[in-house]
């Protein structure tokens, strides 16, 4: 089974602060998701990347899939409190297309 | 309806009693999931069916039962469950196969399950 390290596991900052988020495996993902998930709620797909080096723009939030595929990065530039949530990444392994690998999560807090 | 729904979305019982959660998906996915979320542990994968035949059972122990009666529909059937069992329980669904395909996955709100 790969293992996915975030971190960190929580952040709590001020409205406006930048922040990122990592993801990190030992092992090789085909592609790699970042969901984020609100209390009460079920996590929803934010992202989706599959190319190394790859860099996906989502409003205020930048993604990053390693060049070797093994590491990812969500950045957010000016939070908002609207961005509180759990957020977290998911790999797919080449091999196994209907299995997702979930990190533990980072539980931001975004502070008004 | 649209997305993926479940219910019960609370549900308190006790550890002798016997109940089922239900998911539906409106989205003409083939395949669906049920995972487990505990505090400070990642998503756990307990089952997952594609074109309505269960195709992975992550060793989850037999009080937990699921049923797949078409590509709409998900239940999990639970009896003589522990207090360690107490979780959130999200259903999930997804597109399986194709050239693009990279299981993305669309999740319902989940069932908060007490056992006591």
Redesign the interface.
Known sequence: TQLLEQSPQFLSIQEGENLTVYCNSSSVFSSLQWYRQEPGEGPVLLVTVVTGGEVKKLKRLTFQFGDARKDSSLHITAAQPGDTGLYLCAGAEETSGSRLTFGEGTQLTVNP | ETG?T?TPRHLVMGMTNKKSLKCEQHLGHN?MYWYKQSA????E?MF?Y?LEER??NNSVPSRFSPECPNSSHLFLHLHTLQPEDSALY???S?Q??GPA??????????TRLTVL
């Not at chain 2, 400070?40 to 998503?43: E, I």
């Not at chain 2, 395909?101 to 989940?110: M, T, V």
């Open positions: 993926v479940q395949a400070k542990k990642p998503l994968l997952v594609s195709v992975e999200l259903c999930a997804s399986d196969g395909n990279y299981n993305e996955q669309f999740f319902g709100p989940g």
